[in-house]
T-cell receptor, first 114, second 116 residues
């Protein structure tokens, strides 16, 4: 069973609308959580990173939240644009190894329609 | 935009061929990684390296091999490609220590491999 679960698997919204993507994880011991954006045919690009003590982090129209007690995170996108169409991947890092092992979710495929 | 490059971007080859996927980064990062990603699935770590002359196998069993002779270069080789190797291969790198953003990995654009 994957230690990082994301929902929904896919989402279609109209341009200008807001949306929220969810991430639940079981990775322990927890180090940090990132949200990556992956455009089709490209590598993932980091949007936000949050450590245990942070519960919200913004990057422009992207706002990520973290509840380390319930092991849940969300990514809220405000005033969506066509360029937001991509896969959004939740990635959790553990503290248990010098490698800084990353655990990847399968991503939420977001499509923004005009 | 991260300074990490992968070539080729797309490759279609026949079964049994030997191939090498190239990955280079100009950021001086010590750690480098290879991931395999199938559509709709999570990234799976297949190889990683802490530095020159250091290579380790990742979580996902892979018939590929890697080498790290220079800091900036981390090629992946398949001695005899099979259709089951068809996938997207992503290379990444990270600095030894970055307290502002620990464990952040910077990804290349990927190589889409198709084995016929």
């Amino acid at each position: 069973k994957n230690q990082v679960e994301q929902s929904p698997q896919s989402l279609i919204i109209l341009e200008g609308k807001n949306c929220t993507l969810q991430c639940n994880y079981t990775v322990s011991p927890f180090s940090n959580l990132r949200w990556y954006k992956q455009d089709t045919g490209r590598g993932p690009v980091s949007l936000t990173i949050m450590t245990f003590s942070e519960n919200t982090k913004s990057n422009g129209r992207y706002t990520a939240t973290l509840d380390a007690d319930t092991k849940q995170s969300s990514l809220h996108i405000t005033a969506s644009q066509l360029s937001d169409s991509a896969s959004y991947i939740c990635v959790v890092s553990d503290r248990g190894s010098t490698l800084g092992r990353l655990y990847f979710g399968r991503g939420t495929q977001l499509t923004v329609w005009p | 935009e991260a300074d990490i490059y992968q070539t080729p971007r797309y490759l279609v080859i026949g079964t049994g061929k030997k191939i090498t996927l190239e990955c280079s980064q100009t950021m001086g990062h010590d750690k480098m990684y290879w991931y395999q990603q199938d559509p709709g699935m999570e990234l799976h770590l297949i190889h990683y390296s802490y530095g020159v002359n250091s290579t380790e196998k990742g979580d996902l069993s892979s018939e590929s091999t890697v080498s790290r002779i220079r800091t900036e270069h981390f090629p992946l080789t398949l001695e005899s490609a099979r259709p089951s190797h068809t996938s997207q291969y992503l290379c990444a790198s990270s600095p030894r220590r970055d307290q502002r953003a620990p464990d952040t990995q910077y990804f290349g654009p990927g190589t889409r491999l198709t084995v016929l």
